[in-house]
Each structure stands twice: as structure tokens, then as C-alpha cells.
């Protein structure tokens, strides 16, 4: 049974992941070329980094495998607004936030 105080099981954290993949599915769609390295980093100090690659199931189960590099959680939570960096494999990168009270998928500026 997940802990409600688990910060991997809190619903902000499932948001962030949620709006994560479709943020990945977006870039994706524009072009970019796997792997692509990420960074998230909310207003209170808490941040992941981790690296997303194609498993050899990607096309077969529809997902992404993460290799996450390092986390850092505050307060058991990700504070809105949420500044992520993405760099895909060809040195293209990738901004995005999630801004307090926005609905997700975060806002994708190049």
C-alpha cells in the first residue's frame, strides 16, 4: 500500500510525471533524437535529473525507460513553478514550466 507521505506517491508528484510524459511525447513529435537528459527544478529547492532512453520497448509498449542520475526532494514535494531543461542526443534543448494553478502539459518554450 503507497505511503501517503511518500513524496514518489504524492498526487502533485504523479502530475509532474504525467505532464513529464507528455512533454516527451511533444518534443519527440518536433524531432528530437533519444536519449534525452532532463532537469526539473521547482521553487523550493527540490530537482531531478534523470535520463530518458529507449529500452528496446518504445515502440512496443508505448514508453520510455528513465535512468534517473540524481533527486533531491523538499518538503515531499515539487512547489510550482516547475522549470524543466531538456537536451536531446543532438545537443537541441528544450524549455518548459509549470506554472502555480496551471493545467498540465507545462508550457514548452524553445
Known amino acids: 500500500m503507497p505511503d501517503e507521505n511518500d513524496a514518489r506517491t504524492s498526487p502533485l508528484l504523479d502530475d509532474v510525471a504525467n505532464a513529464l510524459g ?8 518536433e524531432g528530437a533524437t533519444l536519449p534525452i537528459l532532463i532537469i526539473a527544478v521547482a521553487a523550493n529547492e527540490s530537482m531531478f535529473y534523470g535520463r530518458y532512453y529507449d529500452g528496446g520497448d518504445y515502440e512496443s509498449l508505448g514508453g ?11 518538503d515531499d514535494n515539487f512547489a510550482p513553478p516547475i522549470n524543466m531543461m531538456l537536451v536531446e542526443a543532438k545537443g537541441a534543448a528544450y524549455r518548459a514550466v509549470i506554472e502555480p494553478g496551471a493545467s498540465m502539459p507545462p508550457r514548452l518554450l524553445h
Do not use: Y
Open 22 to 29: 507528455g512533454l516527451l511525447t511533444e518534443v519527440i513529435n
Open 64 to 74: 520510455l525507460d528513465c535512468e534517473p542520475l540524481a533527486e533531491h526532494i523538499m
